[in-house]
T-cell receptor
């Protein structure tokens, strides 16, 4: 089955700096890669996702890049703000098959944005 | 607003007891999931169901069972609870595969403690 590794496990940045979280996956057939954000005491929520037919996707201050050859994808947050402090999870799955909705999650990255 | 709800939100139980966690959704989604979250281990899939007649084991199904009573209800049971099942449990839903988003919507979570 799929295995997703996520690094780093914790990340501290100063407000205004950029943050990068990296994930690798093992199943070359995986083609859907979402990122979820979980604020303290809250439920995980989707913030951005990417499919394997594109290499990069942006949404305001967040972006995700995908390298299919190397089987890794990354989340980039620019101009970080205190409200970006949370745990971020990457995930991978196969798109377009009966198992497409079954996500394998990484172990999470706790991002702390300091003033 | 359409939502995913879980009951109970917190539960303390003793080793050997049977316990049921319930999940209901008003999103009209056909796919439902149960995850457990442990510090440092991320979100791990216990069971998932793509419709009322479809139940599938996830990566950590041992010691758990599920029931899909209706499209909107998906229950997780621990037949004989043990301390290492102490965790935060999330239910999630997602919409139909064809033409739909793959976003998973999480419930608020159930914090279970087994003493």
């Amino acid at each position: 089955g799929e295995n997703v590794e996520q690094h780093p496990s914790t990340l501290s940045v100063q407000e205004g700096d950029s943050a990068v979280i990296k994930c690798t996956y093992s199943d070359s057939a995986s083609n859907y890669f979402p990122w979820y954000k979980q604020e303290l005491g809250k439920r995980p929520q989707l913030i951005i996702d990417i499919r394997s037919n594109v290499g990069e996707k942006k949404d305001q201050r967040i972006a995700v890049t995908l390298n299919k050859t190397a089987k890794h994808f990354s989340l980039h947050i620019t101009e970080t703000q205190p409200e970006d402090s949370a745990v971020y999870f990457c995930a991978a799955s196969r798109f377009g098959t009966g198992t497409a909705s079954k996500l394998t999650f990484g172990t999470g990255t706790r991002l702390q944005v300091t003033l | 607003d359409a939502d995913v709800t879980q009951t109970p939100r917190n539960r303390i139980t003793k080793t050997g007891k049977r316990i049921m966690l319930e999940c209901s959704q008003t999103k009209g989604h056909d796919r439902m999931y149960w995850y457990r979250q442990d510090p440092g281990l991320g979100l791990r899939l216990i069971y998932y169901s793509f419709d009322v007649k479809d139940i599938n084991k996830g990566e950590i199904s041992d010691g758990y069972s599920v029931s899909r009573q209706a499209q909107a209800k998906f229950s997780l049971s621990l037949e004989s609870a043990i301390p290492n099942q102490t965790a935060l449990y999330f239910c999630a839903t997602s919409g139909p595969r064809t033409g739909g988003s793959y976003e998973q919507y999480f419930g608020p979570g159930t914090r279970l403690t087994v003493t």
